[in-house]
């Protein structure tokens, strides 16, 4: 078959692609690939591709976990589509189109190295609005996830005319990084991709920035880009080259040295959070006081108990159970103790973090369980009398 009728059939394959096995994303990844390998498509089938490639990240972060687990169709898919960028037949003079699909927006365009005075490409905070200008223009234009790139982009390049390609993934279910120690991708938060030519783009002398609209109180923000050859060539987030610029209750800015795809990690940052939010901390406060007058009385009951005891102040049988209060008192005492530390064990690494929930669990079950123990007791006593 001729490659607009491979496909225009492969469209109607993955129309519903939350039915979409990992053998079918395998198939339609390797589809795109020969429908790409034919050579340059049209105008016509180019748009195709970007609508498949659309609806195949709609089929979710569980579905593309799978095909890529078993066949490592995301990173294929993920190839496929940069190729189909490159290769998408532009007119030989602007206005350049902007594909914009459900779940992924493309901008290419040609320029010529020795004209290139810098770009930007955003989208502003309201859902596909976009907006294309210098290299100042990214900053108060109410973006919602955007790029710049610097005048001195193209200075190594000695061609007459590159192609930059400009990606936004609506979400980051395609980059699925395994390993992610403490860190995690957030949902809310979307890819913007950046590649010139076929050509690898490193050691800028001026940055490329970017700046994405996501935020979670009690989380530190991350800067990173995808690395095809981390997690043994499954792919994986690193942030080597990129920084941090600044970030606010809404906006995280990043920059960095390199061309590829981009976004934001954000890890647990416990009390040192430089992006916490003033509610955050003040619940933080009203927990460390409570737990702090709590933990302050059950010491003091257990001081009290032995000197009650041995004064034989309890003689009234109902109260005599002090060993199930002395193991009520320091079961309560311990998981108060183990609560206060699961913040910074988690700021430590996943497995402090892990060990303390699970003594805070433990501590919490055998306190109710001495709850339960005083409660039959007091009833037997009372039956007693």
Request: aromatic fraction near 10%; charge should be negative.
């Amino acid at each position: 078959k001729p490659p607009a009728a491979v496909a225009s059939s492969l469209r109607s394959l993955v129309a519903d692609p939350f039915r979409l096995s990992p053998q079918d994303f395998l198939l339609a990844s390797t589809l795109i690939d020969d429908v790409l390998g034919e050579g340059p498509p049209d105008l016509d089938t180019a748009e195709e591709l970007f609508g498949i490639a659309s609806q195949l990240l709609q089929s979710g972060r569980d579905s593309l976990r799978r095909g890529n687990a078993a066949t490592r169709s995301s990173k294929r898919l993920m190839r496929g589509i940069e190729q189909a960028a490159r290769e998408f037949p532009l007119p030989k003079n602007p206005p350049f189109p902007v594909i914009n699909e459900d779940s992924l927006t493309a901008d290419m365009f040609d320029v010529s190295p020795k004209n290139f005075r810098g770009f930007s490409f955003f989208e502003k905070r309201t859902p596909g609005q976009y907006g294309r200008g210098g290299p100042q223009d990214l900053l108060g234009n109410d973006v919602g996830v955007g790029i710049e790139l610097p005048e001195t982009l193209l200075s190594s390049f000695e061609d007459e005319s590159v192609r930059i390609n400009l990606l936004l993934y609506d979400s980051a279910d395609l980059f699925q990084d395994w390993r992610l120690p403490g860190g995690r991708v957030d949902n809310n938060t979307k890819v913007v991709g950046c590649f010139v030519n076929n050509a690898s783009v490193q050691n800028l002398t001026d940055p490329v920035k970017m700046i994405f609209t996501s935020f979670q109180p009690g989380y530190a923000p991350e800067c990173v880009y995808w690395d095809e050859e981390e997690n043994d060539g499954f792919g994986g987030w690193s942030s080597y080259g990129c920084e941090l610029v600044q970030s606010n209750s809404t906006t995280v800015e990043c920059s960095c040295n390199h061309l590829t795809s981009f976004s934001v990690i954000f890890s647990l940052c416990g009390d040192s959070c430089p992006c916490k939010s003033t509610s955050d901390s003040s619940l933080s406060y009203i927990s460390y006081i409570g737990c702090a007058l709590s933990i302050l009385g059950l010491l003091l009951t257990l001081a009290f108990l032995p000197i009650i005891k041995c004064r034989g102040i309890n003689r009234d049988p109902l109260l005599n159970s002090t060993h199930i209060i002395v193991n009520f008192c320091i079961n309560l005492l311990l998981s108060l103790v183990a609560f206060l530390t699961i913040r910074p064990a988690a700021s430590c690494s996943e497995g402090a973090c892990t060990a303390s929930a699970l003594f805070l669990h433990y501590f919490l079950l055998t306190t109710f369980l001495w709850t339960l123990m005083e409660g039959i007791s007091m009833y037997r006593r009372s039956e007693e009398r």
